[in-house]
């Protein structure tokens, strides 16, 4: 993944390029719809067809085919209409058994009409049990939104939805600059299975168990504009989370300012004995974060 | 666009007035001459209003669908929020000059919403012999806010107005409210108010001392469906300052003008503080954001007879989804989660 284009799609480099940089290039994404483009978009007919994608396409899997998913491999399940740009919640449910010889390796998330549309990149191993992930991303564009799996065999399947935008007032920015600033880096990391709403019962012995990570971030784009000196802020976000039970890694992503402020992330994890759950996080300005649980497997 | 790129650097009242009218003409043809009257009525001696469309704000409705108004004093005139589009603005600007020759010395602008401000551009020159433009007010935090929102706001007018803005017709304030602020219009004093984050972060109420008329902009909804972008504990707490305010006449920022302080804020907390329940124990009930989207509807039985909200599709679902984003980061325990902050 050291390809590097023009249009944010090497993002790695692109973004840490200098914030003009990605000013310029979010920019052009965000504004070069022209009108018949904008026509196009808001219908979603035929996702290969959008020029963003063939893009990203080309950048991350060269001309390796991609199969349309069936939910027997990976679903994505997001709202019709983006009800609050800075928040839309996506899940991704996988079905293939995360075993040593074949599994999940990646979930690549791309929301084609993003200023950013590598969006996030999720790596599962075979301790991971599951390869699911839900999270909150921003849209504000009609779009599509796509998920690629790709197996440890190098395998590619994709599903895709397609996603209308909010209205009005609704902006990805986040709602509360300055709370969201005091709050930075405090996080919440739990167990889900006690709850009464999830899985029914405890865990039995060899299953998967879900975690939820909260974790306080702006996760700010830097598109804003200072209104005296006429440059735009540095973008300040998560750019990349690790989760290891033991030491040994469960789920990482790599993800920038197309996931929601206070970045949120449930996922899956296969407990083995008593150990250690850890989260480390770090953000676009090197700042580290830290959480971790102890988690007792049911007898 | 070389002249674009000069209104951005040089900011002048000419090249505001070349990006106003290469915006307006892109509105509307050729017409930018015969701009429409606002429709405006006296809400109290003084002080006029614009009602907007109960709609959300789309192409249908021009973008006409924030509740303005002006109120007129001895000297100058100060307007309250400008409407969705400078064609709005230009429209709200025709009804000031048709009701006073006094020039526009303020323009307040209540939140950095796009159906409350993007008719600025119409104020930004005043003509006559004395065509020093106005002082544009808001809140402390709402050029930061307008700043991180602005790029969106030109391309939902692009894409759902077929309007394009030029660089220099957002207008950003030239004075911002810490707390508050009286402004004297000559013989009649303003009081502005800005409030910790509620609808939004950049809350800014404006009240009339000599006729007790309160401008409370989206501070209140009243038959539009209250829309939460800011903090629902927040809220709910400024509403119960503002009801301490003695008002003869309230101007919500969607829907029509009441005399029924504060009996008119009761549906609103009604809604307000049923979503703050609902959600809580969604969350409290480990339901996910997209479970909690789905299953917290408008009127459960706790929370008495529905009111009959109008835009509920569009806003009760983004309502949800904002206030689970805020609560879920309370605390676990009820009691302390049931004490929000008084500002």
């Given at each position: 993944?050291n390809t590097?284009?023009?249009?944010?799609?090497g993002?790695?480099?692109?973004?840490?390029?200098?914030?003009?940089g990605?000013?310029?290039?979010?920019?052009?994404?965000l504004?070069?719809?022209?009108?018949a483009?904008?026509?196009?978009?808001?219908?979603?007919?035929?996702?290969?067809?959008?020029?963003?994608?063939?893009?990203v396409?080309a950048s991350?899997?060269?001309?390796?085919?991609?199969?349309?998913?069936?939910?027997?491999v990976?679903?994505l399940?997001?709202p019709?209409?983006a009800?609050d740009a800075?928040?839309?919640?996506?899940?991704i449910?996988t079905?293939l058994?995360?075993?040593a010889p074949?599994h999940?390796?990646?979930?690549?998330?791309?929301?084609?009409?993003?200023?950013s549309?590598?969006?996030?990149?999720f790596?599962?191993?075979p301790?991971?049990?599951r390869?699911?992930?839900?999270?909150r991303?921003?849209i504000?564009?009609?779009?599509?939104?796509?998920v690629?799996?790709?197996?440890s065999?190098?395998?590619?399947?994709?599903?895709?939805?397609?996603?209308?935008?909010?209205?009005?007032?609704?902006a990805?920015?986040?709602?509360?600059?300055?709370?969201?600033l005091?709050?930075?880096g405090?996080m919440?990391f739990?167990i889900?299975?006690e709850?009464?709403?999830?899985t029914?019962?405890?865990p039995a012995?060899?299953q998967?168990?879900?975690?939820?990570l909260m974790?306080?971030?702006?996760?700010?784009?830097?598109?804003?504009?200072?209104?005296?000196?006429?440059?735009?802020?540095?973008p300040?976000?998560?750019?990349?989370?690790?989760?290891?039970?033991?030491?040994?890694?469960?789920?990482?992503?790599?993800i920038?300012?197309?996931?929601?402020?206070?970045?949120?992330f449930?996922?899956?994890?296969l407990p083995?004995?008593d150990?250690?759950?850890?989260?480390?996080?770090?953000?676009s300005?090197?700042?580290?974060?830290?959480?971790?649980?102890?988690?007792?497997?049911?007898? | 666009?070389?002249?674009a790129l000069?209104?951005?650097?040089?900011r002048?009242?000419?090249?505001?007035?070349?990006?106003w009218v290469?915006?307006?003409?892109v509105?509307?043809g050729?017409?930018?001459?015969?701009?429409?009257v606002a429709?405006?009525?006296?809400?109290a001696?003084?002080v006029?209003?614009h009602?907007g469309?109960?709609?959300?704000?789309?192409?249908?409705?021009?973008?006409?669908?924030a509740?303005t108004?002006?109120?007129?004093?001895s000297?100058?005139?100060?307007?309250?929020?400008?409407?969705?589009t400078?064609?709005?603005?230009?429209?709200?600007?025709?009804a000031v000059e048709?009701?006073?020759?006094?020039?526009?010395?303020y323009?307040?602008n209540?939140?950095?919403?796009?159906?409350?401000?993007l008719?600025?551009?119409a104020?930004a020159i005043?003509?006559?012999s004395?065509?020093?433009?106005?002082?544009?007010i808001?809140?402390?935090?709402?050029?930061r806010?307008?700043?991180?929102?602005?790029p969106?706001?030109?391309?939902?007018l692009q894409?759902?107005f077929?309007?394009?803005?030029?660089?220099a017709?957002?207008?950003?304030p030239?004075?911002a409210?810490?707390?508050?602020?009286?402004i004297?219009?000559?013989?009649?004093?303003?009081?502005l108010?800005?409030?910790?984050?509620?609808?939004?972060?950049n809350?800014?109420?404006?009240?009339?001392?000599?006729?007790?008329?309160?401008?409370a902009?989206?501070?209140?909804?009243?038959?539009?469906l209250?829309?939460?972008?800011g903090?629902?504990?927040?809220?709910?707490s400024?509403?119960?300052?503002?009801?301490r305010?003695a008002?003869?006449?309230?101007?919500p920022?969607?829907g029509?003008?009441?005399?029924?302080?504060?009996?008119?804020m009761d549906?609103?907390?009604?809604?307000?503080?049923?979503?703050l329940?609902?959600?809580?124990?969604?969350?409290?009930?480990r339901?996910?954001?997209?479970?909690?989207i789905d299953?917290?509807?408008?009127?459960p039985a706790?929370?008495?007879?529905?009111?009959?909200?109008?835009?509920t599709?569009?806003?009760?679902?983004?309502?949800?989804?904002?206030a689970?984003?805020e609560?879920?980061w309370e605390?676990?325990?009820?009691?302390k989660?049931?004490?929000?902050p008084r500002?």
């Open positions: 993944m590097s284009t023009p249009l944010a799609v993002r790695r480099s692109g973004l840490r390029r200098s914030a003009a990605c000013a310029a290039v979010c920019a052009v994404l504004f070069a719809l022209g009108s483009a904008r026509a196009e978009i808001q219908t979603g007919d035929n996702p290969e067809a959008s020029p963003i994608w063939q893009k396409r991350l899997f060269q001309s390796r085919p991609i199969a349309i998913a069936t939910d027997e990976v679903s399940d997001v019709v209409r009800e800075a928040i839309v919640p996506i899940s449910k079905r058994p995360q075993t074949r999940i390796d990646k979930l690549y998330v791309v929301i084609d009409n993003n200023p549309p590598i969006s996030a990149i790596q599962f191993t301790l991971s049990g390869a699911d992930i839900e999270t991303v921003r504000d564009e009609y779009t599509h939104v796509r690629i799996a790709e197996t065999d190098g395998q590619l399947h994709m599903a895709t939805r397609f996603v209308k935008a909010a209205g009005g007032c609704s990805p920015p986040g709602k509360d600059a300055q709370a969201a005091a709050t930075l405090r919440k739990r889900e299975d709850a009464p709403g999830a029914a019962g405890q012995g060899g998967p168990v879900l975690a939820q974790i306080s971030h702006p996760n700010n784009s830097g598109l804003a504009m200072d209104q005296v000196s006429r440059l735009f802020t540095p300040h976000f998560v750019r990349q989370v690790r989760v290891t039970y033991g030491g040994q890694l469960v789920m990482s992503a790599d920038d300012f197309s996931i929601s402020e206070n970045p949120n449930r996922f899956y994890f083995r004995g150990a250690e759950l850890k989260a480390e996080v770090v953000d300005n090197d700042l580290r974060f830290e959480s971790s649980l102890k988690y007792r497997r049911p007898e | 666009m070389p002249g000069l209104a951005n650097r040089l002048c009242r000419q090249c505001l007035l070349l990006a290469a915006a307006t003409s509105a509307e050729a017409s930018a001459n015969s701009a429409p429709a405006v009525t006296q809400a001696p003084g006029f209003v009602i469309a109960l709609e959300d704000w789309g192409a249908a409705n021009g973008g006409d669908v509740n108004g002006f109120v007129v004093g000297r100058c005139v100060a307007v309250i929020d400008t409407g969705g400078p064609a709005v603005g230009q429209a709200l600007r025709a048709l009701a006073t020759p006094l020039p526009v010395c323009v307040i209540t939140h950095a919403h796009p159906d409350h401000l008719g600025n551009v104020f005043n003509p006559g004395d065509p020093a433009p106005p002082q544009f808001a809140s402390a935090r709402f050029s806010t307008l700043a991180a929102r602005e969106y706001y030109r391309n939902a894409r759902d077929g309007i394009a803005l030029g660089p017709a957002i207008i950003y030239t004075l409210v810490d707390s508050a602020l009286d004297d219009l000559g013989d009649r004093v303003l009081t108010q800005a409030w910790p984050t509620s609808h939004t972060d809350d800014l109420s404006v009240y009339d001392r000599r006729t007790r008329t309160l401008f902009s989206d501070l209140l909804f009243v038959q539009h209250p829309v939460l972008d903090s629902l504990r927040g809220w709910v400024a509403m119960a300052v503002l009801k305010l008002v003869a006449t309230v101007i920022g969607h029509p003008v009441s005399q029924d302080w504060p009996a008119v549906a609103q907390g009604d809604y307000l503080n049923g979503l329940q609902d959600t809580r124990a969604a969350i409290w009930n339901l996910t954001i997209a479970q909690a299953r917290i509807g408008m009127a706790s929370r008495g007879p529905a009111t009959n909200w109008l835009l599709d569009r806003f009760h679902r983004r309502n949800v989804t904002a689970y984003a609560l879920e605390e676990d325990e009820p009691a989660a049931s004490e929000p500002p």
